[in-house]
């Protein structure tokens, strides 16, 4: 009986580890959709200029580009901005290891002057 019991047990306890890596979901850049949306925006000499908001999937359910939060000097409001992935990559975090920043070529210039993205729906 216990046999059976520890059994079920770690059957029961693998169950999700076995179903997640069926089923990893989509991921862009070597990093999931979540260490995507954690991630912040930093230019090409590493200084942070932004914040990941949110991922943008097409239908199929491909990651094809991310809304970005850019980082503005007040009394300006911050905008939020749509980028593609190409020219972008993942770099590790340096004070925080196994986090990564989205690390772009465009200056933050160059980005404020992409029209407005709009937060509704991924």
């Known amino acids: 009986m216990k046999t059976l019991m520890l059994t079920l047990f770690a059957a029961a306890a693998l169950s999700p ?4 890596a069926q089923t990893p979901g989509p991921t862009a850049l070597g990093l ?3 260490q995507l949306e954690d991630a912040d925006l930093v230019d090409a000499r590493g200084k942070e200029i932004g914040e990941i908001e949110r991922v943008v999937v097409d239908a199929s359910g491909k990651i094809t580009g991310l809304i970005v939060e850019l980082d503005q000097r007040d009394p300006k409001p911050d905008r ?4 593609p992935l190409a020219g972008l990559k993942a770099v590790p975090e ?3 290891p196994g986090d990564f920043n989205i690390q772009t ?3 933050l ?3 404020l002057a992409l029209p407005e993205a709009s ?4």
Do not use: E, N, P, Y
């Not at 580890?17 to 997640?20: K, R, T």
């Not at 939020?80 to 980028?83: D, L």
């Not at 937060?119 to 991924?122: M, Q």
């Open 119 to 122: 937060l509704g729906g991924s």
């Open 94 to 96: 340096a004070r925080d």
């Open 80 to 83: 939020h901005v749509q980028i």
């Open 32 to 34: 999931t959709h979540h």
């Open 105 to 107: 070529t465009q200056t």
């Open 109 to 111: 210039a160059a980005l």
């Open 17 to 20: 580890a076995i179903a997640g």
